[in-house]
């Protein structure tokens, strides 16, 4: 029996996934639940398993080419007796931008069928395919129908395809007011002209892969939306420290992994949002949106680049429940086993560039958050501590310094600071008895 492999839906808001390569070759033996390849979303890239047993018979859509959710990417024969393989064919489906879109909001699909809305209020729909992407920039580009049809397309079988309206956005003469504008991009350069601006051997050029990629447009974007300020404190938290020392055999043969400081750090900054709900929060033109859940994003260096899962709900976890969390989204994003919806909807973030020995940062906020807390490394140092009668002395202490990283749209430095010094307060008086 000949099995469809289709281009999985990753996420609700997910309508489309570029393939950046197959695993197995046409010919290949595949079992089920065997990862066969690796895709990419506007979120994160994951390797996808096989649905059923069998023999890769054909691969339908290339590496490098992006179609919409739902599409046929190739065929397994589940008989291997009867299988027959055929070498690879282009896509023969509507094929979209082979640019890698932001990573800063899920694109909302605009149908393909005659009956679907139009790219502008006054536009009559075109006969013409326009993918999901192409639609939603020529709506915020305020780029009539008439116009996108006059496009010569770069893209499979004449299409249009996100670099040609970008290029069309460059070129025309009359520019989209600004209310129109698009934002700030990660410019694109031909790679070839660069070649010849950069010979070897004293110089190499390297094209940023996918998920470099998006993390660079991202970061543009947070900076141009958002006026960063940061505030940075220094907390002892020599009690975390001897408490993780005495019970971190006691839990690995209980849970079955190490215990980390992270989970510590996440209860004590959720005690503190629930404080300062407007840390929680997202801005919307002149409105606040201020969210009644903590959706906590925890920054993961993975082979491929930084990747930020979300813990759902982190509010209702208690410190087992947070240790869990973090375990599981470390390994899968490791493992390329996240899907884009893991990625999404993050209400506050930490990431802890202490764990590369670095003492203090500036992290860049993950928008559309409002603030982000950075972790340095903690170091043991001498500490002014007050004796028994109230004498100064010194004492080594077990040191970190904390950056609240936050928008001064909507936060200022009082409660920018309020915030921090709470979070600082809830390690240096942590709770034991809510562990384990």
């Known amino acids: 029996m000949q099995v469809d492999v289709v281009m999985p839906k990753m996420g609700e808001s997910i309508q489309e996934g570029k393939i950046l ?7 290949d033996k595949v079992e089920k639940e065997e990862s066969i390849l690796e895709i990419s979303t506007d979120k994160v890239d994951s390797e996808i398993p ?36 055929e070498a ?16 800063e909001s899920p694109i909302k699909a605009v149908a393909a069928a005659p009956t679907a809305a139009p790219a502008s209020g006054s536009q009559r729909e075109s006969d ?3 993918s999901p992407l192409v639609r939603t920039i020529a709506k915020k580009e305020g780029i009539a129908l008439e116009e996108l049809n006059q ?11 996100k670099r040609d309206v970008m290029d069309y956005l460059d070129n025309r003469s009359t520019k989209p007011s600004p209310a129109l504008g698009r934002k700030p991009e990660v410019q694109r350069v031909d790679l070839k002209d660069l070649q010849r601006k950069y010979p070897p051997p004293l110089f190499e050029v390297v094209q940023m892969d996918n998920v470099q990629l998006k993390m660079a447009e991202h970061m543009v974007r947070s900076v141009h ?3 960063h300020v940061e505030a940075i404190s220094e907390c002892d938290v020599t009690r975390i420290v001897d408490f993780r020392s005495k019970n971190a ?23 503190a949002l629930k404080a300062f709900p407007i840390v929680n929060s997202s801005v919307e033109g002149d409105k606040i949106i201020v969210k009644r859940f903590i959706n906590f994003g925890i920054a993961v260096a993975s082979r491929g680049g930084l990747i930020v899962p979300v813990i759902k709900n982190a509010e209702e976890k208690n410190f087992l429940g947070l240790a869990r969390a973090v375990n599981d989204l470390a390994l899968r994003t490791g493992n390329k086993k996240l899907s884009p919806d893991e990625v999404m909807g993050g ?59 936050f928008d001064h749209r909507i936060i200022d430095g009082a409660i920018g600071g309020q915030f921090l010094e709470q979070v600082i307060s809830n390690l240096e008086q942590y709770d034991f008895s809510r562990t384990f």
């Not at 390569?21 to 010919?27: A, D, E, H, L, T």
């Not at 069998?54 to 299988?83: Q, R």
């Not at 690879?88 to 990573?103: K, R």
């Not at 496009?151 to 395809?161: C, H």
């Open 21 to 27: 390569r197959w695993m197995k070759k046409p010919g």
């Open 50 to 85: 096989s649905s059923a047993a069998g023999v890769l018979t054909k691969i339908i859509v290339p590496e490098g080419e992006t179609v919409e959710v739902g599409t046929v990417i190739a065929t397994i024969e589940t008989n291997a007796s009867a299988a027959r393989v």
């Open 88 to 103: 690879s064919t282009p896509p023969s489906v509507p094929a979209v931008s082979q640019t890698p879109s932001s990573v």
């Open 128 to 130: 013409r395919f326009y």
């Open 151 to 161: 496009l010569s397309g770069t893209g499979i079988a004449g299409r249009v395809t």
């Open 225 to 227: 939306s958002s006026p």
């Open 249 to 271: 055999e006691r839990f690995e043969q209980q849970e079955g992994f190490k215990l980390s400081y992270t989970p510590f750090f996440l209860g004590a900054s959720i005690r």
């Open 347 to 405: 209400t506050f973030t930490i990431t802890n560039y202490g764990v590369f020995g670095n003492t203090i940062g500036t992290p860049i906020i993950n928008q559309p958050q409002v603030a982000i807390l950075g972790v340095g490394a903690i170091k043991k140092r001498p500490v002014v501590v007050p004796d028994a009668e109230g004498n100064d002395c010194i004492a080594i202490r077990s040191i970190v310094f904390l950056t609240l990283a």
